[in-house]
């Protein structure tokens, strides 16, 4: 098994590794001119976040080229990938494009092992019933991504709204397969019932690979349903609850936070909600609160991170 370098939140001034996949910036005009660097349409709510960079580190030397409408680095080990569609207004095609194409460059380059998918776009939850856009997204991923099986081998993934037009998707593939992982708290996303759209959502709820478990985006959804809707604090308690469950469940732990992302639709409200998650995370792993909408009206809030199988200290005599 090769393993992953994580990726790691820098400050700016922070030394960077030798080389380097990408470097992920957040919606900050004064974020450094990098190699390799992508900015994400999401505002962080802190001025030490907006200096705040993520860095994925790669294991020697960067090949570099575009292939099937993506930015791509790999190191011989795992490749970036990056695209952003400037025309989103028709989502679901722009969603079927992106994903019938990510599936093109994962064969091609022999990464075709997807662990871990991002994906942002505007007005996510503008659009009324099946006509809502994070519905037509779903339905364009999934007619790109169906085939006998491909429930088993969903990649772990976040998706959250803007507020600068576009889709936006970037992650990471492998040569070898990471382990799917479910969450017996919550309903598979790929199993959700019809009343949340024509076709279910094509993720799973973490990727597990080698040392590292990759969650993906969590709300506070019990079963398939929205916990408290519109309330902020009791929604944390379940995402919370969610994110506990999902780690004690995936085999290898126990599992230490290695960093997190917290999406908020109105960042003022970030110091209770940090606390909270401190309460349960730990104050180890950075933490960086974005502004982004996530994909039901209901929900004020969601959750993402990597996490690390703890090390045993030797002990000295
Ligand atoms: C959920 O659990 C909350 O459609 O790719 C989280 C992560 C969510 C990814 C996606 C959706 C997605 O259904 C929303």
Known sequence: M???????MLRAGQAMPDHVLACLSFGNAAAPQLAAGYALPLPPWASDAA????????SGP?????????ACADDGQHLF?????ASSADIERAAHDAYRDLRALCADSGYPQLLRIWNYFDGVTDGDGDDERYRRFCVGRHRALAEPGFERRLPAA??????KPGLQLYGVASRNAGIQVENPRQTSAFRYPREYGPSSPSFSRATRY?????????AAIVGHQTQHPHQLMPQVDAMLDNVRTLLSHAEGGPWHAQSLKLYLRDPAEAPQVVAAVRDVLGNAAPLLVLQG???????????EGVFERAVTLPVSA
Request: aromatic residues 10%; hydrophobic residues 40%; contains cysteine.
């Open 2 to 8: 090769t393993v992953l370098s994580l990726p790691r």
């Open 210 to 218: 080698g040392d590292a478990l990759l969650l993906s985006g969590t």
């Open 158 to 163: 976040t998706l959250i709204g803007t507020r």
């Open 293 to 303: 909408e996530v994909c039901r009206r209901d929900l004020c809030v969601e959750i």
């Open 51 to 58: 200096s705040t960079i993520e860095v994925w580190p790669a």
């Open 62 to 70: 960067v090949h570099r080229y575009e292939s099937h409408g993506y």
């Open 81 to 85: 990938f990056w695209r952003i569609d």
